[in-house]
């Protein structure tokens, strides 16, 4: 028999890789080193390891939604990313999709009252 905790685990997974991309995106509006979105996103409840932030930047900067630029003023050069104006129009988008997912999942999960029934609500 599977293991419960396991495979909410890593259903959970499969939930977070969109919901990292709208979570980046939404915090470059002004411009931020990689390394800096890392405790940002943490306080405000969205965990992401810099192992996984860094090659996310590079292809959002790839796919022209990022523009970057480094500073070589500090003792240690930092590349900070800014939301691109098509990243901005992709962001905007993306936010509108999000809300409509989020408003159809809660009418999907309201209707099926089955997981009451369950002990879920």
Known sequence: ?????????????????????????????????????????????????????????????KQELLESKWDTNEARPRKYYLLSPFGREVYAGLRLEWRKLIASMEGVMDEAKGGERNGIN
Do not use: C
């Open 1 to 61: 028999m599977a293991d419960l905790n396991e495979t909410i685990s890593g259903l959970l997974s499969e939930l977070r890789r969109g919901t990292i991309v709208i979570g980046v995106l939404s915090q470059l509006s002004e411009p931020q080193y990689g390394y800096s979105l890392v405790p940002i996103l943490e306080e405000k409840g969205l965990s992401v390891d810099p192992g996984t932030l860094y090659p996310l930047l590079r292809r959002l900067e």
